[in-house]
């Protein structure tokens, strides 16, 4: 017999099947599919949002050949924490901020989780800000209709999750080269085609702090929300260069060459953003707004996305996931967003937004070396989801207070720490380093627990006989 037309699945519901629910629990494996290439290319337009030549500009003074050679040193330095996160997400398939509340306890890793909500959503509303400038600039038409389109068609793409993101980002990845290639190609025949000159000494711990902090050490406690939904390390045989490598090497790929533009440009024309060179000129203006339009989209859907995921750990502290929360969170929190854009957050939060910077890379480090030393391969997925028992499994002080110590270090360490802490070695760096060796200190009696636990697991059970 035949199958009944009304038991055909209607467009609903099969945009409905689209629409990703998982939410923080574990991905399931059929869902973990994503190879090295494309990570890299998740990661290398993510990063490469419309504001990201401004790198160039903000390092104007040092040159470009002292630009290159501080981007590959970044990425140098933060190429061991990205990719360990990386692969924090292949091995167990949660999100960061889930796996924190074994380092930081239930209540603590809800309290970063709140916190990171909310400057996920900053940087969200930031970003649409910027580019809904940006558009109206090139097109000559309203911002308020700019922020909508913007943070409306963000919603729709997390809304579909990180399967729809992925393809997104892989089928306008050359669309968006293609624009900026012809922006470049734009100004050089029109401009002086001048290199960025060196004009002050270099100060490798400032150049090193603001591109550490503009993109990689800013999005890796993020890379496990990604990687995720990568191919397990089972069914890889074990860790793979090419999956630690690939989400640092897409960031970095795209800070650096997006930078040089900005370096090329502001050198050339006294302005940073290439996009705006051809706003009087029709056919130029119509590809600077498609190249700026997909930079944004690319890089602030992994604003919305993580603050969705990092609000969703938050309410499952108090209770259990549900199906429909994770599409209802990004509606909301897109809302909130394209609100925060139209309200001016461009005037009014860019230092709270850089403050939140320093409780990011403390809070990575000292949740990495738990990760290594206690977590990792000794922790199955469902224990991070079973209700807290006692005063430890609810706040991890240890954690809390080895992080504090990065944080004030972020905030106060040029006050009180040698130069070469922030002069030649990046601060935030130092922060982080400073909260992980605290964090071995204050927690080594659970670090050592937990390889005295791994040690009696891999020797595996005792004989009769040896016991006689």
């Not at 700026?292 to 989209?297: D, K, P, S």
């Not at 040698?418 to 990046?426: R, T």
Request: glycine share 8%; proline share 5%.
């Amino acid at each position: 017999m035949s199958k009944s037309t009304s038991d055909a699945p209607t467009l609903r519901s099969r945009v409905g099947a689209e629409v990703e629910t998982v939410g923080v629990l574990p991905v399931p494996d059929a869902q973990r599919t994503m190879r090295p290439y494309r990570m890299f290319v998740v990661w290398l337009m993510a990063a490469s949002s419309a504001t990201t030549p401004l790198i160039g500009d903000l390092l104007f003074d040092y040159g470009l050949t002292n630009f290159v050679i501080a981007g590959f040193v970044a990425w140098a330095i933060a190429i061991i924490p990205a990719g360990l996160f990386s692969e924090m997400g292949r091995e167990t398939p949660l999100s960061a901020l889930v796996v924190a509340r074994k380092t930081y306890g239930w209540f603590g890793a809800f309290g970063f989780s709140v916190l990171f909500t909310v400057v996920n959503l900053g940087w969200f509303g930031l970003n649409t800000a910027v580019g809904a400038e940006i558009l109206s600039a090139i097109t000559h038409s309203s911002l308020a209709m700019w922020n909508i389109i913007v943070g409306g068609v963000q919603i729709v793409l997390v809304l579909f999750g990180m399967k729809w993101l992925e393809r997104f980002y892989r089928y306008t990845a050359a669309l968006m080269i293609v624009c900026y290639a012809a922006l470049f190609g734009y100004m050089v025949v029109k401009y002086d085609f001048v290199a960025a000159p060196q004009t002050k000494p270099m100060n490798w711990g400032s150049a090193l702090t603001i591109i550490l902090s503009f993109s990689i050490l800013s999005w890796t406690y993020k890379l496990s929300t990604v990687s995720r939904f990568a191919v397990p390390v089972e069914r890889t045989g074990g860790r793979r260069p090419s999956f630690f490598i690939a989400p640092s090497a897409g960031i970095m790929v795209a800070l650096i060459g997006m930078g040089v533009i900005g370096l090329y440009s502001q050198a050339a024309t006294g302005e940073w953003n290439v996009a705006l060179l051809a706003q009087e000129i029709p056919i130029w203006g119509l590809v600077a707004a498609v190249g700026v339009a997909i930079a944004v989209l690319h890089t602030n859907a992994m604003n919305l996305y993580p603050a969705m995921i990092d609000l969703l750990v938050a309410i499952n502290t108090v209770r259990r996931p549900r199906r429909w929360e994770q599409p209802v969170a990004t509606v909301l929190l897109g809302i909130a967003g394209v609100a925060l854009a139209a309200g001016g957050i461009l005037e009014r939060a860019s230092d709270f937004l850089e403050a939140g910077g320093n409780f990011i890379i403390p809070f990575t480090f000292v949740m990495l070396v738990d990760w290594v030393l206690v977590q990792r391969r000794s922790t199955p997925s469902e224990e991070f989801f079973r209700s807290p028992r006692g005063f430890l499994d609810k706040w991890r002080l240890d954690a809390i207070l080895a992080c504090g110590v990065g944080v004030l270090i972020g905030f106060f360490g040029e006050d009180f720490l040698p130069s070469f802490c922030y002069e030649i070695a990046p601060l935030p760096v130092v922060a982080g380093i400073v909260s992980a060796l605290v964090f071995v200190a204050l927690g080594w009696p659970r670090i050592r627990a937990a390889k005295a636990a791994k040690a009696t697991k891999a020797a595996g059970p005792v004989s009769e006989d040896i016991r006689d």
